[in-house]
Every structure is written in C-alpha cells, then in structure tokens.
C-alpha cells in the first residue's frame, strides 16, 4: 500500500518527535509542555490550532479540498505519562524523575501527529478532520473534562475515533468489537470504625480488623452471586491499611480501598449498592461502624455498530483480514468513554508487541514500539479519507 509505504519512510523523523515526548513525560492536567510541542508541529503543518478547553488539550482543524457535506470527524489520542519511575535503558529515558510514559501515550501522539502531517499535504477528504489530543487519560477525567467544557458544540462530529497500542499483540494487528469493549470503571473507599484497646482484652474492643476481613470476604459474593453469572464484572479491594505499628494494640479504625468494574449500567449501579450494604451491614453486626465513599472513573466505551464495521473494513486495508481480530471486552478502563457517551464512534486496539518488547502497560519497562508508528498513521489517514469521501462534481 503507498500510504503505508510513504509514513514508513518517514519514521525516522515520526520517531524522534515520540522519543521527544517520551524523554519529558507529563501528567494529568500538566502536559504543557507536550502541548507546546504538539502545537509548534501541527503550526508547521500549516494545520490550525485551537487551545483552551480542559487546561492542555490541542486540537488541529485539518480542512479537506472540499466542504461540500459539511461534515467532520473526530481522531483523538491522549497525551499524559503515569507516576511511574523508570527502569528501561533508553538514551531517551524519561528526564523527569518518577514519571514515564508507560502507557504509550507518546506514541498515540506520534501516530496522530503524522497522520495530520500527511492530511494536511494531501487533503484528500471533503469536510473537515480534527486531530484531538486528550489530556488526562489515566483517571484524571480528561475526556470528561473535553466534552463538559463542550467539545462537541465548538467541534461538531459524525463520527470520533480512539486507538490504543497493545503490547500482548504482535506488530500488524489489530483488535476491535462492536458494543461495550471496555468496562465502567469505579473505586471505592470504606472506612471502618470500632473501638481500639489492648489486643490480650479484645472483649472490651471493637476490632475492626475482624469486622474488616469480614467485608473483603463477603464483597467477593457480589460478583459471584448477585451479577448474573453471563454478565461480566469484578470489584477487588486493593488497600486495607489497620494498626498503629504495636502488635498489642487492636486498632480503632481500619481503611479498605479498591475498584469495582462491570459493562452494564444497570449492573453498575448494583455493584455500588450490595458493596454499600454489605459494608455497612457486616460492621453493624459487629457492632462497628462504616464510612463508604464511591467515585465514578469512567462508564463504558460503547463502540457503535456502523463505525465499528467502517474501522474494521480500514483496518483490514491497512494489516489484511487475517490481522484483524475480534477484541474480547476486558476490564480496563478507558476516558474515550466521555466522548462515545456523546458521539458514535469507535476504539481499536494496535498491535505492538515484539521479543522483549512486550513488557506490560503501566509497566516501569514499558516502552512503545516505534516500527508501529506508520501503520497507525495508515490507519488514521485512511479512516479520516473514507469517513469523509470527496464528493465527484
Ligand atoms: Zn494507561
Ligand atoms: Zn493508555
């Protein structure tokens, strides 16, 4: 394919602009200096520039040779680094000390900044493309923030479009599914109180240590005996901190935090209710008392059906139909969430894995693959040309 083979030659100069944004990684809501990047580049492009919605957020406007339909879509990848130290030896390697890019935001923003780079110099397309760079991806709200500060009035869109690398599939594939892909996703803190005293005389405590083991195990039946067993969701709880360091002392309160996940909204809502009641009972039972706070992180990313089958058919022009595979809903959660709430669209998973290349996302050895960097410029490129097709006459 010549598209393919044009970005591939260019990669050498795509994967210093990733090197780049890998070496200075920035978090939620701070990407200020990525954004500066990102806009110096698409300005050279000759590609216009909006900034001003959700602290850091930049938006390239990529008109085509045409504006008959009046249409536009949306490409959108997100920007921000984790709180990660580093431990991958890169002459590139983060310079700012606990932070890196171990998601590979660095790459979405690569991949994104050369498909713009090529719609601009080609404008193949009639109505208008927004290149749409995210901050705070990774549980800062950053999609939500983008579309409460009113993305969609400034920025009217058919369709918007997400994409994330994947480290456990190898280079040239690609994953999607139509409908929920990724769960809602919630955490949750329960504070557990009683009555502390010495632990040789727990008859005259409250122990909450007790009363919160006593939670962790029956917050496990919600999933195995209230969810309908063909409808998948999980709650762990992550943290339980008790104890004032004195192993004779039976502490006053203990904490318990985690993450509650579930594709459905009905069955979202359930998940917060019974850990509600469950909490508040099992401590009431023994006398104690609980403090439940409960924070929405993101609903589920919904892939609508006709875009779906549209990345699926560009997907398959870009890796052949033997590369593109169907994506099993997972877990994880993803803010692209705010923007399908809002707007049909879909999100697609990219191959990047290769030898030792794989370590995990969010891993302190996590790097991006830069040799996908041409394929997911394909893909953006060619799915902006067939969203918007110039119209004959
Ligand atoms: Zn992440
Ligand atoms: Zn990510």
Same mark, same amino acid.
Not at 14 to 43: G, N
Not at 245 to 263: H, K, M, Q
Not at 285 to 295: F, K, Q
């Given at each position: 394919?010549?598209?393919?083979?044009?970005?591939?030659?260019?990669?050498?100069?795509?994967?210093?602009?990733?090197?780049?944004?890998?070496?200075?990684?920035?978090?939620?809501? =701070?990407?200020?200096?990525?954004?500066?990047?990102?806009?110096?580049?698409?300005?050279?492009?000759?590609?216009?520039?909006?900034?001003?919605?959700?602290?850091?957020?930049?938006?390239?406007?990529?008109?085509?040779?045409?504006?008959?339909?009046?249409?536009?879509?949306?490409?959108?990848?997100?920007?921000?680094?984790?709180?990660?130290? =580093?431990?991958?030896?890169?002459?590139?390697?983060?310079?700012?000390?606990?932070?890196?890019?171990?998601?590979?935001?660095?790459?979405?923003?690569?991949?994104?900044?050369?498909?713009?780079?090529?719609?601009?110099?080609?404008?193949?397309?009639?109505?208008?493309?927004?290149?749409?760079?995210?901050?705070?991806?990774?549980?800062?709200?950053?999609?939500?923030?983008?579309?409460?500060?009113?993305?969609?009035?400034?920025?009217?869109?058919?369709?918007?479009?997400?994409?994330?690398?994947?480290?456990?599939?190898?280079?040239?594939?690609?994953?999607?599914?139509?409908?929920?892909?990724?769960?809602?996703?919630?955490?949750?803190?329960?504070?557990?109180?009683?009555?502390?005293?010495?632990?040789?005389?727990?008859?005259?405590?409250?122990?909450?240590?007790?009363?919160?083991?006593?939670?962790?195990?029956?917050?496990?039946?919600?999933?195995?005996?209230?969810?309908?067993?063909?409808?998948?969701?999980?709650?762990?709880?992550?943290?339980?901190?008790?104890?004032?360091?004195?192993?004779?002392?039976?502490?006053?309160?203990?904490?318990?935090?985690?993450?509650?996940?579930?594709?459905?909204?009905?069955?979202?809502?359930?998940?917060?209710?019974?850990?509600?009641?469950?909490?508040?009972?099992?401590?009431?039972?023994?006398?104690?008392?609980?403090?439940? =706070?409960?924070?929405?992180?993101?609903?589920?990313?919904?892939?609508?059906?006709?875009?779906?089958?549209?990345?699926?058919?560009?997907?398959?022009?870009?890796?052949?139909?033997?590369?593109?595979?169907?994506?099993?809903?997972?877990?994880?959660?993803?803010?692209?969430?705010?923007?399908?709430?809002?707007?049909?669209?879909?999100?697609?998973?990219?191959?990047?894995?290769?030898?030792?290349?794989?370590?995990?996302?969010?891993?302190?050895?996590?790097?991006?693959?830069?040799?996908?960097?041409?394929?997911?410029?394909?893909?953006?490129?060619?799915?902006?040309?067939?969203?918007?097709?110039?119209?004959?006459?």
């Amino acid at each position: 394919m010549l598209l393919l083979k044009k970005l591939k030659e260019r990669n050498s100069v795509f994967s210093q602009w990733r090197q780049h944004i890998h070496a200075y990684p920035e978090t939620a809501f =701070e990407e200020f200096k990525t954004a500066e990047y990102i806009e110096k580049l698409l300005t050279s492009f000759g590609v216009k520039v909006y900034r001003g919605m959700a602290k850091t957020a930049v938006v390239g406007i990529i008109r085509g040779k045409s504006n008959k339909s009046g249409l536009a879509v949306g490409l959108r990848a997100d920007m921000d680094a984790l709180n990660i130290p =580093e431990e991958i030896g890169l002459s590139y390697i983060s310079k700012h000390k606990g932070k890196m890019h171990a998601c590979g935001h660095d790459g979405h923003i690569a991949m994104l900044l050369a498909a713009t780079q090529y719609l601009a110099e080609t404008r193949d397309f009639d109505g208008t493309v927004y290149a749409v760079f995210q901050p705070a991806e990774e549980g800062g709200g950053g999609g939500n923030a983008m579309v409460q500060e009113g993305f969609f009035k400034k920025f009217p869109c058919k369709a918007i479009f997400g994409m994330h690398n994947w480290p456990q599939l190898p280079v040239g594939a690609m994953m999607i599914c139509e409908g929920p892909m990724l769960a809602a996703a919630a955490t949750f803190t329960l504070k557990v109180t009683g009555k502390g005293g010495h632990a040789a005389l727990p008859h005259h405590t409250i122990d909450v240590v007790t009363v919160a083991s006593a939670i962790v195990t029956s917050l496990q039946s919600i999933v195995s005996r209230n969810v309908d067993p063909a409808d998948s969701s999980v709650i762990s709880v992550c943290e339980f901190h008790a104890g004032t360091g004195s192993l004779n002392v039976l502490p006053e309160t203990a904490t318990l935090g985690g993450t509650a996940r579930s594709f459905k909204p009905e069955t979202h809502k359930m998940l917060e209710m019974n850990l509600r009641r469950i909490a508040t009972s099992v401590s009431e039972a023994h006398g104690a008392t609980a403090l439940v =706070e409960w924070r929405e992180i993101n609903p589920p990313v919904v892939n609508a059906l006709a875009e779906t089958k549209l990345c699926r058919e560009v997907a398959t022009q870009i890796v052949g139909e033997e590369n593109v595979h169907v994506f099993t809903p997972t877990m994880g959660g993803e803010d692209f969430a705010y923007f399908l709430q809002e707007c049909p669209g879909a999100f697609i998973m990219l191959g990047q894995g290769k030898g030792d290349n794989t370590s995990g996302l969010h891993s302190s050895y996590y790097n991006f693959n830069d040799d996908i960097i041409p394929l997911g410029a394909a893909y953006w490129v060619k799915l902006a040309e067939t969203s918007l097709p110039l119209k004959e006459g």
